[in-house]
T-cell receptor, first 113, second 113 residues
Framework: KAGVTQTPRYLIKTRGQQVTLSCSPISGHRSVSWYQQTPGQGLQFLFEYFSETQRNKGNFPGRFSGRQFSNSRSEMNVSTLELGDSALYLC????????????FGPGTRLTVT | DQQVKQNSPSLSVQEGRISILNCDYTNSMFDYFLWYKKYPAEGPTFLISISSIKDKNEDGRFTVFLNKSAKHLSLHIVPSQPGDSAVYFCAASGRNAGNMLTFGGGTRLMVKP
């Protein structure tokens, strides 16, 4: 089975711009979660989608949003980028709503200048 | 406040010896715990997990111990191999948290040949 894929792998944006990141989960997985990893804050949960519905949301401002499509692929969007949004954005998928084991993609490295 | 803490940022161990990585948590609602390994430029890889109804779970060279009264878990790697050198994260989830994982800050393990 192919693993979780994320595109693009690297991205450079300017302050004030917006960005969209994409995640394709493992085939058959219906839950997709997004995490942000920074040196200062570590790995932090952004949000989770299951069957196209947002089930949980972390403590991030409304500039961070996401969605999930009927094929379970997910996108996250960050609007009005700030320097502090520079991070590794990780997507994880899991097979069922109650399955805690999540499988991570390689991440998208976002740099905001 | 950090609900999951890994107090040792780094650990160095000789090849063949035991590696013990520790993790403490504060939230009594957590009932499932996981360990992930992360290499640079890759997403975290799931290693092993444990439910709060157990106090030990073993998978090959990896064993996780859970002490609920102390709100403490540990990962034992025996024997340690140079390929185990990576950053290890413990993570926790609660019954009503869906697939939201709360991560510790990570411990960098270096296994010396």
């Amino acid at each position: 089975k192919a693993g979780v894929t994320q595109t693009p792998r690297y991205l450079i944006k300017t302050r004030g711009q917006q960005v969209t990141l994409s995640c394709s989960p493992i085939s058959g997985h219906r839950s997709v979660s997004w995490y942000q990893q920074t040196p200062g804050q570590g790995l932090q949960f952004l949000f989770e989608y299951f069957s196209e519905t947002q089930r949980n949301k972390g403590n991030f401002p409304g500039r961070f949003s996401g969605r999930q499509f009927s094929n379970s692929r997910s996108e996250m969007n960050v609007s009005t980028l700030e320097l502090g949004d520079s991070a590794l954005y990780l997507c994880a998928s899991s097979g069922t709503a109650g399955s805690y084991e999540q499988y991570f993609g390689p991440g998208t490295r976002l740099t905001v200048t | 406040d950090q609900q999951v803490k890994q107090n040792s940022p780094s650990l160095s161990v000789q090849e063949g010896r035991i590696s013990i990585l520790n993790c403490d948590y504060t939230n009594s609602m957590f009932d499932y715990f996981l360990w992930y390994k992360k290499y640079p430029a890759e997403g975290p890889t799931f290693l092993i997990s444990i439910s709060s109804i157990k106090d030990k779970n073993e998978d090959g060279r990896f064993t996780v111990f859970l002490n609920k009264s102390a709100k403490h878990l540990s990962l034992h790697i025996v024997p340690s191999q140079p390929g185990d050198s990576a950053v290890y994260f413990c993570a926790a989830s609660g019954r009503n948290a869906g697939n939201m994982l709360t991560f510790g800050g990570g411990t960098r393990l270096m296994v010396k040949p």
